[in-house]
């Protein structure tokens, strides 16, 4: 899926369960300093390493001020979906996050893998996308079963190669670091120079394997000193 999620909890049990169940799925999950409190360390988390969508998990002793806490996760992240975790969370309090800006709120109690799907199918459409597989003339992606496919011609990719190209459908239009795109890929502290040069690699084979698609190819870029991008608006 090429997803990427920082879950914020004080639960070791859950930031344990979801990553696990994230990277079965080809996501990632990171929770870079439990308690849901705005560090300074956090702040690149959130600005500088945009996760695809936020989740917070909500103990009792920290309803009070979740409304507060919600609303300034979405001051410094403007657009990123936010899944609310309650535990026992009455319908008031539901409302509440729902009306201060929580796109869903999911109870503690359900199974790991139903918040994982919850989240994937979130931040799907939030990306525009509605369906199973990724549509973005002329590429369509299956992200099941990894194919891609080309003005309907299917072509061969490897399972790595096929991660940064869904990334880049994904994101859209948009021009991505090479941290960016790695740290869906893997988990944050695994991001080093020996991948982040493996990047380049790969995009000139996808590259290579585009070559009889010259509308792909034009769509299909690397920004010196940007980062990488899939522009619809060189087609």
Not at 97 to 112: F, S
Not at 175 to 186: A, C, K, P, Q, Y
């Amino acid at each position: 899926m090429a997803m990427r999620f920082l879950l914020m909890t004080d639960s070791p049990v859950l930031a344990h369960h979801f990553a696990v169940v994230c990277a079965g799925r080809g996501n990632v999950s990171e929770t870079p300093c439990g308690p849901i409190v705005l560090q300074a360390g956090l702040l690149p988390w959130l600005t500088e390493r945009r996760p695809d969508a936020l989740l917070l998990d909500l103990m009792p002793a920290q309803r009070p001020r979740s409304v507060a806490v919600l609303a300034q996760w979405r001051a410094l992240c403007p657009g990123v979906p936010v899944m609310v975790v309650l535990a026992d969370g009455s319908l008031s309090d539901r409302l509440k996050l729902l009306q201060a800006g929580a796109d869903g709120c999911h109870n503690d109690a359900v199974d790991a893998r139903v918040l994982a799907a919850r989240v994937e199918a979130l931040v799907r459409r939030h990306q525009g996308f509605s369906g199973p597989s990724l549509e973005c003339p002329p590429f369509s992606l299956e992200p099941q079963a990894r194919r891609v496919s080309i003005e309907g011609q299917l072509v061969p990719v490897t399972g790595y190669e096929f991660q940064v190209l869904e990334i880049l459908v994904r994101h859209r239009g948009r021009v991505l670091s090479r941290t960016d795109i790695l740290s869906r890929v893997g988990p944050e502290a695994l991001v080093n120079e020996a991948r982040s040069r493996s990047l380049y690699v790969i995009y000139w084979r996808i590259r290579r394997r585009f070559s009889a698609f010259p509308r792909a190819l034009a769509m299909l870029q690397h920004r010196r000193g940007e980062g990488f991008v899939l522009d619809p608006g060189r087609e």
